[in-house]
């Protein structure tokens, strides 16, 4: 009695499959063991109560206990010990596969996880203790009643396997048409239980030809322990960060994609109903024609993640023998043709040829005004979080930052192709192969789904406004006015703008800017950020004289801002709220309040004021901004990473050394915020890439308790179905979430 999947599996070892080789505890050993503790068991499973989260807890507690504490047979452990040393390994994973009287419409796979142990046959035998009594913990008690089955309906199985070292790991998924390929470094733990974003492929399952592929954030992986405690004999996994070269590459080329689909071919000609499967890579030998050897750990004929792809028709693609002039790190997507137009940090030109890409070191604050003329952007340095990769994804601007000595190598009016969305520059006559169509995918499984919590998008042109509109969120949670007003402030000076014959323009430009997104959007809250300007010549510009201190110095350029607000206001909109940015202290915020108070702000129901947590001090002094009056709070995970950990934006080599905004102070940092705006019920919102570039955080944002999370349009929907299954997972985990123990 091992269950269909497990049968399958002993099926294709014994037609020389590339299958991990194993043993079966069956659940005749796992019946067998229960019925010896059967009616302390019984006693507690019939006072059971799923609506009483205590009483559901206790009784879980008590049922795993019973199990840890029972007498093991003897004779078992020696005849399991004896097929162990058949595996010839120091280290062991043994995987739980439970079977169903019928198959569940919503399985639940990650209530029932592996268990790792060295092989000691004390650790043996309380790793086995352990696989069993995930059947008895309360969440799947409560699993198990929501389907209607008893225990004892439910058949539970063990695979023993040695827990080796792998290179990479991922899953394969097929459909008729598609197949869908995840990877990433070292086991397959960190894909399963949603630790990283793996690298994506698509491809065409008829002619296996690759059709997109997407660069994961694997900056996380799992290894065997080098040397198992001899006192910690369970849990033989240790995390690690993946180096540099390895979180900039993707884990498989097209060969070891060809390679990898053929060896699914041998399992297919066999079990042809498989759909989805578990792979492992060992690491690879340096002979230079040594074949990769990849192995198959789990399969299933059912697909976990892929059965609500769709395909649809969008841009081509680019042949992957195709060489790249030069390389770099795509930060918004899209394939674009143009002529390179090299523009120094000297010189600014009033307008740009047509059909530009501009070339350039940096993308400075000035430069921001020429970004509408270009259909391209290539920098030597810069990052995905930097102010010119922001505004590029908002109007939709293919770019590529990093690019080593892009100004020397490319020269002004040669005609290139630029692939936002690999990070790669051709030349222009590779154009000629792309193919006339391709595919890309859309999760459609999550539509429609409601969200608890708010989803807002981060916008700050205006010609992205009609885009924005028809996707699913509650509001523009970040309205950036130094990138909103760039054209206006470039065109003369600060101190221009202080002088009286400028500043009735520039409330009149604002107005006009502010009404479009408020009357857009209406009802739905829009949050204007204040400017955040500084010196152009500013050598470190996040220490500069900027946010609200250089309001305290004048505050001519707030005060223009406050009128704007005011108008608007006074035209009957009532959902516009104001963020004041960079805020380095309480005397700070009570100024620019003081000035709110002046300009009759205050008076209005509707108005609110947040304030940006991006300074550090933030964290300590909350309570005390609250008592000032604070009604919100906008984490800015860009400036809080660099000034929490000491990096700076616009070098990744920190990034890919885990100093981001997923290291844990960073984590810690957040949840402090988080938890401080809940207890004193303001309204909390972050606003940075942190849950773009890393998805996982969002599910420790909703269990924080966040209010809403605010990402740029292209990130909506990866977003949204991101907090659509964060939120189940913790309604799942609801009923023992006051439960300690489980």
């Known amino acids: 009695m091992v269950g269909d999947q497990l049968f399958i599996l002993s099926q294709l070892l014994q037609h020389s499959c590339p299958i991990l080789p194993g043993f079966v505890l069956g659940n005749n050993l796992f019946k067998e063991f229960i019925s010896s503790l059967e009616n302390n068991l019984s006693n507690c499973l019939d006072i059971l109560d799923v609506d009483d989260y205590q ?38 994973i043994l995987q739980p596969y439970l079977t169903f009287p019928f198959r569940p419409q919503q399985q639940s796979k990650s209530l029932w996880q592996p268990v790792t142990c060295t092989t000691d046959p004390q650790a043996i035998t309380t790793a086995i203790k352990q696989v069993w009594s995930q059947l008895f913990s309360a969440s799947s008690l409560l699993y198990c009643y929501k389907l209607g089955l008893s225990i004892d309906q439910i058949g539970l199985a063990v695979l023993v396997r040695p827990l080796a070292a792998v290179y990479a790991s991922g899953t394969i998924e097929l459909t008729s048409e598609i197949v869908r390929i995840q990877a ?7 894909i399963l239980q949603g630790d990283v974003e793996a690298d994506h492929y698509h491809l065409d399952r008829n002619s296996q030809q690759i059709i997109s592929r997407h660069l994961g954030h694997k900056n996380y992986a799992y290894r065997p322990l080098s040397h198992p405690l001899i006192n910690s004999s369970i849990d033989c996994l240790e995390s690690y960060i993946p180096q540099e070269a390895e979180s900039e590459t993707y884990v498989l080329d097209p060969k070891a994609i060809a390679l990898l689909l053929e060896s699914t071919q041998t399992i297919l000609q066999q079990q042809p109903q498989i759909r989805y499967f578990v792979w492992t890579l060992p690491k690879p030998s340096h002979h230079p024609h040594s074949l990769l050897n990849f192995y198959f750990t789990q399969i299933d004929e059912h697909l976990i993640c892929a059965s609500n792809l769709t395909v649809k028709t969008t841009q081509a693609s680019l042949p992957s ?21 090299i523009l120094d940090e000297h010189t600014l030109p009033h307008s740009l040829p047509p059909n530009s890409i ?3 070191k940096s993308i400075l604050p000035k430069h921001l005004p020429l970004l509408e003329q270009v259909k391209g952007i290539i920098t030597e340095t810069g990052g995905i979080t930097s102010h010119g990769a922001i505004v590029a994804r908002e109007l939709n601007i293919p770019a590529v930052v990093q690019v080593a000595d892009a100004t020397h190598i490319l020269q002004t009016d040669v005609k290139v192709l630029l692939d936002g969305d690999e990070g790669k520059i051709y030349p222009a006559n590779i154009g000629k192969k792309l193919s006339s169509l391709d595919f890309s995918f859309q999760d459609v499984s999550n539509s429609n789904y409601p969200l608890a919590t708010k989803l807002m998008v981060n916008l700050s042109q205006p010609a992205g406004i009609a885009k924005a509109l028809n996707l699913p969120v509650d509001g523009v949670g970040l309205l ?4 909103l007003l760039s054209n206006l402030l470039a065109s003369q000076s600060t101190a221009q703008w202080l002088k009286k014959p400028s500043r009735q323009r520039f409330i009149d430009t604002l107005t006009g800017y502010l009404r479009d997104f408020v009357s857009a959007f209406a009802p739905r809250p829009v949050f204007y950020r204040s400017l955040d300007w500084y010196a152009q010549d500013q050598v470190n510009q996040v220490f500069s004289n900027r946010g609200t201190y250089n309001y305290l110095q004048d505050p001519t350029l707030f005060d223009l801002e406050l009128e704007a607000l005011r108008v608007i206001i006074n035209e009957g909109y009532s959902n516009l709220k104001l963020i004041l940015p960079f805020i380095r202290s309480v005397e700070e915020f009570k100024f620019c309040y003081r000035r709110l108070e002046t300009f009759g702000l205050t008076t209005y129901n509707s108005f609110q004021v947040w304030i940006m947590a991006e300074v550090p001090s933030v964290i300590f002094l909350l309570p005390e901004y609250i008592k000032a009056g604070v009604q919100g709070i906008a984490i800015g ?7 929490l950990l000491g990096v700076s934006r616009e070098q990744t080599e920190f990034s890919d050394r885990g100093l981001n905004a997923n290291h844990p102070a960073m984590q810690s940092a957040i949840a402090q915020l988080v938890t401080t705006a809940t207890a004193n019920n303001i309204e909390c919102c972050i606003c940075g890439q942190a849950p773009v570039i890393y998805p996982s955080l969002i599910d420790k944002l909703i269990s924080w308790g966040i209010g809403s999370i605010s990402v740029e349009p292209e990130a909506i929907e990866q977003t949204y179905l991101a907090i659509a299954r964060a939120e189940r997972r913790l309604l799942l985990q609801a009923a023992v979430g006051k439960v300690n123990s489980d």
């Open 55 to 92: 009483a559901l807890g206790t009784v879980a507690k008590h049922s795993r206990w019973l199990i840890t504490q029972a007498i093991f047979s003897p004779q078992w452990q020696q005849e399991i010990l004896q097929a162990v040393q058949q595996l010839n390994c120091d280290r062991l």
């Open 358 to 360: 501009l070339v350039t």
């Open 637 to 643: 995970t860009n400036d809080l990473t660099q000034l």
């Open 480 to 483: 950036r006015s130094d990138l």
């Open 321 to 341: 023998s195709v060489a790249p002039l030069l390389t770099g790190v795509g930060v918004s997507p899209g394939k674009v043709m143009g002529f390179v137009v």
């Open 184 to 190: 990433t470094w070292g086991l397959p733990t960190s």
